[in-house]
């Protein structure tokens, strides 16, 4: 029985998927696997018997990934799960961001009590008059599930749309229209766009990356969306960009006390995946890749640790070993079966940066007395029975 723990609420379809060899703890020191959305889980001592983190969602700056890596604890997320959802939020954004439709609300519940506010608003609306986006350029900065989504969307609203993103992906570009206009400097898109939208997830190289040097760039009026993370701009230089008039609007899902009920701020309390839709997809998606790994070992999607598929264990057992990637350590492994005179029928090693990954099937059940011997190797994190 695997036990499962889940640190924020999932949706239930989701949940449903776990087979009757899982149940859900209330106690994250017992859990085998943890369903996490946006709970922070730095500080967190890892248990023994953690194995895998499912982040119900893209962004996985709540988890320590490192450390999670060296405590064998792979970490997954959600790609494309709930892009839809986000996508959707962000054009609304660039809508609310050039008609201003919230101050026209505020104002009509305002004058609920004129018995005239028909009259009244005839002569208000000037007052919250805007702009089209048909024919405006919108740059997309990551062209990813989301950012692919956002830039298609753009160019059917009939939008100039420029994309930048120096990792993009063979599967992005396929899905990628025609018409979205591929920039290699992402200078271009702050010197030329009137709408700028971020879509990288938070790392230390994009910690920050809109400040008051890329501000100073863009077009007099620019509007900016940040529906990623709001750790991705300066926030006070945006808002000195918003008083100099520099930026027209800055449009977020993330509240904090820095852009909160700020003049030019449009923020929203992280929205973006909030629908039925997308919680339901990245919950499948989420119990589906800890399932395939607690039973099969297999890891898909992982943001810390290598993809390795070896399908159904079909001989007598399986053994997973995570581990620094250096040299020599498949020879130390295979020599611990050799040594206990068991045959190895099949075994695939894959590594992510200084992180590796080695599963081996073999003809008789791994003991735990293997299993020591393989954690006893120098830069071995983990060993585990996956079967057997
Ligand atoms: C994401 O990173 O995909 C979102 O932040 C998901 C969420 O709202 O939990």
Redesign the pocket.
């Known amino acids: 029985m695997y036990k499962i723990n889940c640190m924020?609420p999932i949706a239930q379809v989701g949940l449903e998927h776990f087979s009757d060899k899982y149940e859900i703890t209330g106690e994250v020191k017992e859990a085998e696997g943890i369903l996490v959305?946006?709970a922070s889980m730095h500080e967190m001592e890892l248990s023994e018997k953690l194995l895998g983190v499912a982040?119900?969602?893209?962004?996985?700056n709540n988890i320590p990934l490192d450390k999670c890596a060296e405590h064998g604890v792979v970490v997954f997320?959600?790609p494309g799960a709930?892009a839809n959802g986000?996508k959707e939020l962000v054009i609304a954004g660039m809508l609310l961001a050039a008609r201003d439709v919230v101050g026209g609300i505020q104002w009509v519940k305002e004058s609920r009590d004129n018995a005239e506010i028909a009259k009244a608003a005839e002569k208000e609306k000037k007052n919250f008059a805007g702009t089209e986006i048909m024919g405006k350029k919108l740059g997309v900065i990551g062209l990813g599930a989301i950012g692919v989504k956002v830039a298609n969307a753009a160019v059917a609203l009939d939008m100039e749309v420029y994309g930048y993103d120096p990792y993009l992906s063979v599967n992005a570009a396929w899905s990628l229209s025609r018409a979205v206009r591929h920039v290699t400097n992402v200078e271009d898109i702050y010197t030329q766009c009137d709408y700028i939208t971020i879509h990288v997830p938070l790392m230390d190289a994009t910690r920050g990356m809109i400040n008051a040097e890329a501000i100073g760039k863009m077009k007099d009026g620019v509007i900016l969306l940040n529906f990623a993370?709001d750790l991705l701009a300066e926030e006070d230089d945006v808002l000195e960009g918003l008083k100099s008039g520099k930026i027209a609007r800055y449009v977020s899902d993330f509240p904090n006390p820095t852009t909160a009920g700020q003049k030019g701020c449009i923020v929203i309390p992280?929205?973006?995946?909030?629908t039925e839709e997308?919680e339901e997809n990245?919950a499948v998606m989420a119990v589906q890749e800890l399932m395939d790994y607690l039973e099969n070992g297999n890891i898909r999607n992982s943001v810390n640790y290598p993809a390795c598929d070896m399908g159904v264990c079909t001989t007598a057992g399986r053994v997973a070993i995570y581990h620094r990637n250096t040299v020599n350590m498949i020879t130390k492994f295979t020599a611990e079966f050799g040594e206990k005179g068991i045959n190895i029928s099949t075994m695939t090693n894959k590594s992510r940066g200084e992180v590796a990954y080695t599963m081996l099937d073999v003809e008789e059940k791994p003991t735990e007395e293997i299993i020591r011997a393989l954690e006893s190797i120098k830069g071995v994190f983990r060993a585990r029975i996956v079967k057997g």
Not at 55 to 60: I, M
Not at 270 to 274: E, R, V
């Open positions: 924020n959305r946006s982040r119900a969602g893209a962004g996985v997320n959600t709930n986000v993370r992280h929205l973006g995946a909030s997308s990245c």
